[in-house]
């Protein structure tokens, strides 16, 4: 079933994050009305139109409950015994096509991959933005399926992944 959105609620749309329902226009596309949404991508001034009939096509869905946070929180604290051996452009593929899946814990994984790799090897400058992208969308989202700041958000991230590098001063004496 298509999800039904209303003036003023929060969607997610892949790759672009949260973003608001604006309003609902009716244009005319090929000599036939066709309406649709009216979105903007939450701090920013990108607006975005998708017909209302393509809703599940595109992947808008609503933002996640509070009761799916805590999966997403059980994906960042996964910690997988082997990772990727393949390139880095082969492996930022891969995650992209996982980032506009739309899907959260898609966009999880790919976060929580991205940051235990960098741990492990330098990141190329691709993954080093899929990286920020990633944890962008998930803490944007994060916010406002628990209705709290980002900064408090992005804390708890950290504290997720404290455990994926060595404490400064244990790099300082290998130095």
Known sequence: MQPTFKIGD???YPAQGVTEIMGIETMEISGMQQNFYVLRVLDTERKI???INKVNSVGLRSVITVEEVEEVYEI???RPEKFDQQTWNRRQRRYWEKIK???VYDVAEVLRDLYLLKYDKTLSFGEKKMLDTAQNLLVKELSIARETGEL??????EGIFADAHPPEEELAAEA
């Open 49 to 51: 139109r998708i017909p």
């Open 76 to 78: 960042l604290r996964e």
């Open 10 to 12: 929060k969607a997610v």
């Open 152 to 157: 408090e958000i992005e804390q708890e991230l």
């Open 101 to 103: 899946t739309g899907s």
